[in-house]
């Protein structure tokens, strides 16, 4: 039972363009979702979240969109760079659960020069 | 303010034996969850510690425990070790009564089972 589902395991994108990431999810439970980015050898980092109230929260060159219709949500990357190569996760998760996060499978994100 | 630390980098253990896992959460984070990643996949939650109680548990099997300290120490243990336990395992650390979900990650211990 997959609850949260990236299903473009890669993306590769142009510097300078747009990279946009996309995530699906099953449960209507969660009310907080977040986005981190790993790189090889090194724990997931926080990127962006965004609340279940809102559609849309922007954080400098990232952006994610929230679709509660459709249970979905995007992250923007505008200008993509070199160093934004990385494994990305969303994750979700409900209130009061202190973080008990249910990660995606990720999609592997190689930005070209 | 350090970051949080895991102990061991790389692990290899033998079916059937016991392996201990370690982490050093950020000073007065009093929440720390394990997850466990396996290759190809997303981190998976394994369990959550609050104030060295634990505080939920994801799908895993009592084989699976853990211990939270008071000096932002925790362990992971994994008894009877089966070959589909190598995974990448990962520790976060949360601030106390952090309400936004942030979670600080380690780097995890690469756990390998023969």
């Known amino acids: ?113 | 303010e350090t970051g949080v630390t895991q102990s061991p980098t790389h692990l290899i253990k033998t079916r059937g034996q016991q392996v201990t896992l370690r982490c050093s959460s950020q000073s007065g984070h009093n929440t720390v969850s394990w997850y466990q990643q396996a290759l190809g996949q997303g981190p998976q939650f394994i369990f959550q510690y609050y104030r060295e109680e634990e505080n939920g548990r994801g799908n895993f099997p009592p084989r699976f425990s853990g211990l939270q300290f008071p000096n932002y120490s925790s362990e992971l243990n994994v008894n009877a070790l089966e070959l589909d336990d190598s995974a990448l395992y990962l520790c976060a650390s949360s601030p106390a009564g952090l309400a936004d979900y942030e979670q600080y990650f380690g780097p995890g211990t690469r756990l390998t089972v023969t």
């Open chain 1, 1 to 113: 039972d997959q609850q949260v589902k990236q299903n473009s395991p890669s993306l590769s994108v142009q510097e300078g363009r747009i990279s946009i990431l996309n995530c699906d999810y099953t449960n209507s439970m969660f009310d907080y979702f977040l986005w981190y980015k790993k790189y090889p050898a090194e724990g997931p980092t926080f990127l962006i979240s965004i609340s279940s109230i809102k559609d849309k929260n922007e954080d400098g060159r990232f952006t994610v969109f929230l679709n509660k219709s459709a249970k979905h949500l995007s992250l923007h990357i505008v200008p993509s760079q070199p160093g934004d190569s990385a494994v990305y996760f969303c994750a979700g998760t409900t209130s009061g659960s202190y973080g008990k996060l249910t990660f995606g499978q990720g999609t592997i994100l190689t930005v070209h020069p």
